[in-house]
């Protein structure tokens, strides 16, 4: 199954004013990058949100909030966000600056 583009069109016209932010097919999905570095993307119709692997770990007992695990090995700092997780412009925005902002933070590639 692909990425939902119908989430996809969603995310690009939400951060159309952001700039510097590339996109590339990743994971079976679609992933956003800033400065070579993930921050946010699609697989599926979940959204996945890269952040600081303790903050991850606390934003995991919310119940749309799993690990990034498509391979058998969740990956560290990585959440997948169930659609009805962010129904709202503003909470997919909330994820989508979370994980953008961490990017920022990482040495450009």
Do not use: H, Q
């Amino acid at each position: 199954m692909a990425c939902d583009t119908t989430i996809e069109r969603r995310i690009d016209t939400l951060i159309v004013r952001w700039g510097n932010l590339g996109k590339k097919r990743m994971f079976g999905g679609v992933c956003y990058l800033t400065g070579g570095n993930i921050c946010f993307g699609i697989w599926r119709d979940a959204l996945i949100v890269r952040t600081e692997p303790v903050t991850a770990g606390e934003l995991l007992s919310r119940k749309n909030v799993r690990p990034f695990d498509v391979t058998g090995r969740p990956m560290k700092g990585w959440l997948m966000v169930e659609a009805w997780g962010w129904t709202a412009d503003d909470g997919l925005i909330r994820w989508l600056a979370m994980g953008r902002g961490f990017a920022l933070t990482l040495p450009e590639k």
